[in-house]
């Protein structure tokens, strides 16, 4: 009830045209930091299992997959909530491909850490966020320690293989090699490199980072491990995204228990092949 009150008293005064000036004491408890915009508010009811609708009683109890909870709703709640927002963004690729936070992240006044660590595309990536001087670019790759390691991947640009070949760079060769169903004649493309690797624990130090709102991880095939290498002790992200595509059913249920016991709200994110996870 106390949640119903919160939400329909900042509709309502919305709803009047008022500019609010600062939280109500209310929003304050909530932990919001800055105006919540009405997706944000949207993103809370829902969090919390509540459907908005139109007409009194305008809060529903619904279940989580009636709820209609969008990845882009998540990152409008934890805008509202951070008075700094940082995204980290491990495997950014160019940035823009099959980017789930691109268009926010663009539309919003967002301070961010982006990794990608073949050549090539970090060349793109650079291009593509040289108008974001308060987005910090590195290239190189997370792993358990900061050292090197070597990547498979496939170049842009092979005649007759699809321009995604590009984006399965993986430590695991396997990883890549298996596509070669989709993309007949692949494997005879791949090439291996080494590249720089660091870990999250040097990264949070190398930035001074305190605090994250947003760990995004495409790490094609590895996202388990990333999250088992992040040292959730020392800061817990707000709110997660990562690919579950390759993951097993067993570590897909392990994954998802770890993150409930930090206190995470784990869900299927826009796709069955992401999940995201938010801190409550």
């Not at 995204?87 to 268009?103: L, T």
């Amino acid at each position: 009830m106390k949640l119903q009150l919160i939400i329909l008293k900042s509709i309502e005064r919305w709803r009047s045209g008022y500019l609010i000036a600062e939280m109500s004491c209310q929003l304050q408890k909530m932990m919001f930091k800055r105006l919540p915009s009405r997706r944000a508010l949207a993103a809370l009811a829902k969090l919390r299992g509540y459907r908005l609708e139109r007409r009194w009683p305008f809060l529903i109890r619904a279940e989580r997959k009636d709820l209609n909870l969008s990845y882009e709703d998540v990152l409008e709640f934890q805008y509202a909530r951070s008075r700094r927002f940082l995204f980290v963004s491990v495997g950014a690729y160019d940035g823009v491909a099959n980017d789930p936070s691109n268009r926010f992240v663009r539309s919003h006044d967002c301070h961010g850490i982006l990794l990608e660590p073949q050549p090539a595309v970090f060349a793109r990536l650079s291009a593509n966020y040289a108008e974001f001087p308060q987005c910090k670019l590195l290239n190189a790759a997370v792993d358990e320690v900061s050292a090197s390691r070597t990547l498979h991947f496939v170049p842009a640009g092979v005649p007759g293989l699809p321009e995604w070949t590009e984006q399965i760079a993986s430590f695991q060769l396997e990883h890549v090699l298996k596509h070669e169903t989709q993309a007949p004649g692949l494997t005879a493309h791949v090439q291996s490199r080494d590249i720089r690797t660091i870990s999250f624990n040097d990264l949070l130090d190398m930035f001074e980072v305190h605090a994250i709102d947003v760990l995004q991880i495409d790490a094609e095939g590895m996202d388990a491990q990333m999250l088992a290498w992040f040292p959730f002790e020392r800061l817990r992200p707000a709110v997660l995204h990562y690919e579950v595509t390759h993951l097993s059913s067993q570590e897909l249920t392990a994954v998802r228990k770890r993150l409930e016991g930090f206190g995470y709200q784990v869900q299927e994110a826009d796709a069955p092949s992401d999940d995201m996870a938010v801190l409550i």
